[in-house]
């Protein structure tokens, strides 16, 4: 994971996105990247110009505290990670920044969308420890990943926002706070482990080993993988219909492509 080279409110006492212009640093961030060989310098900006010359033209203002050199870090690590397990063979992410907890392990509250698990902090049916699960909210279940800002507010308005991990195949917002997984690949609707949790399973989200795992054994999880199958889609025709169909997994990007 690649650390920490911008100082950004609100996770910081650096400055906001207009005084990164005003100092000359919005362009340094890719200098940084291009001088650790952590991008590729010949990839085309859609200005035309390439990462590399973008990085050779940047001209920063003397003292500006914005981005430092990748030589010394803000921090060691950024604000987001890459977790892997049973539960995400193509990956996750889960976000660093607004909580302390680096562990977490819970038994799932399973929801098939953003409204039903909201139905339920309302219900206060939620409980400290809890791992809450929602599924179907990927890009093609959702379609269109969808932020889950809504719900995540909701639950640290009932004052469980440290005491409950959230695990989705849909996004998080940057304002989200406490120990939010998101991206969760393959998706549900495709098929992927996150369909075959129920409630009860135990959940554990270990980010200094960079794992989201299900404890259930491989053979476990494809039995019920075997019983599964996929609702049916949120919208059966239209641009919708047509996008859930043509988007990749999120651990690609989420892009569209030709059928076939």
């Not at 139905?119 to 890009?139: F, M, Q």
């Not at 969808?146 to 409950?164: K, N, Q, S």
């Not at 554990?204 to 054994?217: A, M």
Request: glycine share 12%; proline share 7%; with cysteine.
């Amino acid at each position: 994971m690649a650390c920490s080279i911008c100082s950004r409110s609100p996770a910081s006492s650096g400055s906001r996105s207009s005084s990164r212009t005003s100092t000359g640093s919005r362009r340094a961030p890719p200098r940084e990247l291009v001088k650790a060989g952590l991008v590729h310098r010949d990839a085309p900006n859609v200005d035309g110009r390439t990462l590399g010359e973008i990085a050779t033209a940047v001209v920063e203002r003397p003292g500006q505290e914005v981005v430092v050199p990748i030589e010394t870090p803000l921090k060691p690590t950024g604000g987001l990670a890459i977790l892997r397990g049973n539960l995400a063979p193509e990956g996750c992410v889960v976000k660093l920044a607004g909580h302390e907890r680096l562990l977490h392990r819970g038994p799932a509250r399973v929801f098939e969308s953003e409204e039903s698990c909201f139905a339920a902090v309302k219900d206060r049916s939620l409980r400290a420890g809890d791992v809450v699960v929602i599924r179907y909210e990927g890009p093609a279940g959702g379609p269109g990943m969808r932020e889950m800002l809504h719900v995540t507010a909701a639950i640290v308005g009932e004052g469980l926002g440290d005491e409950i991990a959230l695990v989705t195949d849909g996004r998080f917002s940057g304002a989200t706070h406490g120990l939010m997984v998101g991206h969760v690949s393959p998706e549900a609707v495709r098929g992927g482990p996150i369909a075959a949790l129920q409630d009860g399973d135990t959940v554990v989200v270990d980010v200094e080993g960079r794992e989201l795992r299900v404890e259930l054994t491989d053979d476990e999880i494809a039995v019920r993988l075997r019983d599964w199958s996929a609702p049916p889609p949120r919208y059966a025709a239209g641009v919708f219909a047509k996008y859930a169909a043509l988007v990749s997994s999120a651990s690609e990007g989420a892009v569209t492509r030709p059928p076939g």
